[in-house]
DNA sequence: CAAAAGTGAGAACGTTCGTTCTCGCTTGCG
DNA sequence: CGCAAGCGAGAACGAACGTTCTCACTTTTG
């Protein structure tokens, strides 16, 4: 019963299995998930078959636990490039962008996991796209809380999470990083658009 | 060696042969590409193996064969939503964004094939990653010649296309056609907002 | 009509898939 | 020490994959 190595082992179960996602999320993510089977994934962390169905009782199980840690790791790159330099909602909008670029340049950027993800199993997979709806779904609500700090419609959120949509598909296709630089503009157009014609010209008393 | 038996021949091969990329194109579609196996195919086609393999030596053939099809689909649909309508770029570059609002009500909407198929198959078929990105190279050509008759900088269709393939990916994840419209306003914003800045105003002589 | 070529239905091939099982070996604990 | 439990390595399972082959049957053709 002693605590610390009670904590010991569970620390490194959890170490082993955070090996296993980080593998799995890289093997995944470069090939597609169909085209990595169980044994392949074992080869490459290096952990028996046994140990895997006892961390993740199915490859499904383990597909979401990869998503579901993608998704962490996305907000965190959000809340971040939010936190970091400017408190002012717009800028911090336009930061999201710019966290755009630097990923877009990572030698094995391939697209957003998600979206890869949705069109290979979003088909056949229910849960599994409800997942990634879900996350999508709460993206768009991150942007759309910045918006509102903003003072411009709400509608400019959908807007800017088109953008940056289309600029992580638009770069993982295309193969070059300029999708997020354009986006950013675009967002910066329809932004200071969305802000001039909110406060109207003739200011009213308010 | 009548040559209106032999043209009827080869039309009825023509024939078999479209409606096999018919069938594989809803079936890979709708459910993934590594999903739908080729006796799937055979099953849903009502073709045998044997005719599937001399029309076709080989799946990644036919996946070509598939991609090549939709490319000429979406180039119809581009070309009709431009001719159809306004002879006005500026009007002809929205027309676009309501072409994909009708495209994403239909049922079985279920996102961009390209990308769809971009993120299944291109981190392991070079071949269709650089068809993939050929197709998008055109459309976004396609858009650049729009922009250019309108006078606005060449930047703008960058910014329109990300916004196209945008509302593709969140409509086909989302399962609502309300990105095309986001899209439709966005890109009106850009647009206008492009030509405004791009006539100074003070007119200079040319 | 007879011979040759082509066809559809589906069995069969070898491979790979996701998953489970076997079997020595280690390890923790009385 | 002795024994139960857990482990890694990998064999084994049934299913499904892409592809090829068999074979009885049409169709074409001289």
Redesign the pocket.
Known sequence: MAPATRNRTTSQTEQIREHVLITADRLYYSRGI???????LRNEA??????L??LFP???NLVEAVLHRRRGIWNSLVETAIATGSDIPRDQLLAVYDMLAHWFDEDDFRGCVFINTFGELGGTAPHIAALIRDHKANFQARLAELVTQTGAPAALAHQLAILAEGAQTTAAIAGTNDAAHHARAAATTLIDTALATNRPQAPTTG
Chains 1, 2 share one sequence.
């Open positions: 169909n085209a990595v089977g169980m044994d392949a290096g952990v028996s078959l046994k140990r169905y006892q199915s490859k499904e």
